[in-house]
């Protein structure tokens, strides 16, 4: 059998062998998904955006117990609902 090349997936930035850290993963998301958004604009009409579309970081929190998990999930599902409440809503 012969030597198959085989394309292997990006590393993020990481030496190969180590596992990517969540900063790792939102940023590529948010690096990919803001790359076809202004592809969106310039091909679709989409609406354009002023500066950035992502916040600078991210919030991270380590859920340790059944309470922690219910009084997140409620901030999750009710947070968006109080946007237009948002001084940067526009």
């Given at each position: 059998?012969?030597?198959?090349?085989?394309?292997?997936?990006?590393t993020?930035?990481?030496?190969?062998?180590?596992?990517?850290?969540?900063?790792d993963v939102?940023?590529?998301?948010?690096?990919?998904s803001?790359n076809?958004?202004i592809?969106?604009?310039?091909?679709?009409?989409?609406?354009?955006?002023n500066?950035k579309?992502?916040q600078?970081?991210?919030?991270?929190?380590?859920i340790?117990?059944?309470?922690s998990?219910?009084?997140?999930?409620?901030?999750?599902?009710?947070?968006?609902?109080k946007w237009?409440?948002?001084?940067?809503y526009v």
């Amino acid at each position: 059998m012969g030597t198959q090349n085989v394309e292997q997936p990006p590393t993020m930035g990481q030496p190969q062998g180590i596992a990517p850290t969540v900063g790792d993963v939102v940023g590529a998301f948010k690096s990919l998904s803001t790359n076809e958004y202004i592809r969106g604009v310039k091909n679709n009409g989409w609406s354009r955006f002023n500066k950035k579309l992502w916040q600078r970081n991210y919030y991270e929190h380590i859920i340790r117990d059944e309470k922690s998990y219910y009084q997140i999930l409620e901030y999750i599902q009710t947070n968006p609902l109080k946007w237009q409440d948002d001084k940067y809503y526009v």
